[in-house]
C-alpha cells in the first residue's frame, strides 16, 4: 500500500485533485492508483483484481494518457462471485467472474473524464467495489461547444 504523500502526489499528476474533482479521491480513498500502458498497436492495456475477503477493486482507480480502445484484465482472487459492470462507448459491458476466475474486457472510452465501474451483485458496489477509469486527453474538436473558452481550475 503506498503511503498517504504518494497517494496524494498520485491523484496530483493525474489531475485528480482540483476543484470538483476531490471526490474522486475520497470516495475511492482505500486502493492503489495504477496507469495503463499503451502497446504498438494502439490498445491501452490494464489490470485490475479483487484480493481475497477485501470486496475492493486493486488498483482502484487506473489513469489512461487518452481515451480510445482499451483492454482490461479483471481476476477474481475473492472466494465469493463477483461481476465486473464497465462503462464503453454505446453500451456497458459486463463481465461475471465466478470464485477465483479471470476475464478480458475490451472497451472504447472516447472521451476524457472518469468513469465509474464495479460489481452489482450482492450491494457490493456499496461495500466497496467500486472504481475507476480515469481518460486523460483533450475533447475533440468535433464535441466541443461552440462558446467562449472558461476558466479552467
Not at 497517494?7 to 485528480?16: F, M, N, S, T, Y
Not at 475511492?28 to 500502458?37: N, Q, V
Not at 475492493?56 to 482472487?77: C, K, M, Q, S, Y
Not at 476524457?112 to 457490493?124: E, I, K, M, R
Amino acid at each position: 500500500m503506498t503511503t498517504t504523500e504518494d497517494r496524494d502526489a498520485k491523484l496530483r499528476e493525474a489531475g485528480l485533485d482540483g476543484q470538483n474533482r476531490a471526490t474522486l479521491g475520497r470516495m475511492l480513498g482505500t486502493g492503489e492508483i495504477g496507469y495503463a500502458e499503451e502497446g504498438d498497436d494502439g490498445v491501452m492495456r490494464a489490470s485490475v483484481r479483487i484480493p481475497e475477503d477485501e470486496l475492493v477493486w486493486e488498483p482502484a482507480i487506473l489513469v489512461f494518457p487518452h481515451g480510445g480502445r482499451i483492454e482490461l484484465t479483471i481476476t477474481n482472487d475473492d472466494k465469493n462471485t463477483h461481476c465486473a459492470l464497465l462503462p464503453c462507448n454505446g453500451d456497458p459491458k459486463l463481465i461475471w467472474l465466478v470464485n477465483h476466475s479471470r476475464g478480458v474486457a475490451h472497451l472504447d472510452l472516447d472521451g476524457p473524464g472518469a468513469y465509474y465501474y464495479g460489481s452489482t451483485t450482492g450491494n457490493d458496489e456499496g461495500r466497496g467495489l467500486t472504481g475507476a477509469l480515469v481518460m486523460g486527453g483533450e475533447v475533440p474538436e468535433s464535441a466541443k461547444l461552440d462558446r467562449p473558452p472558461q476558466p479552467r481550475p
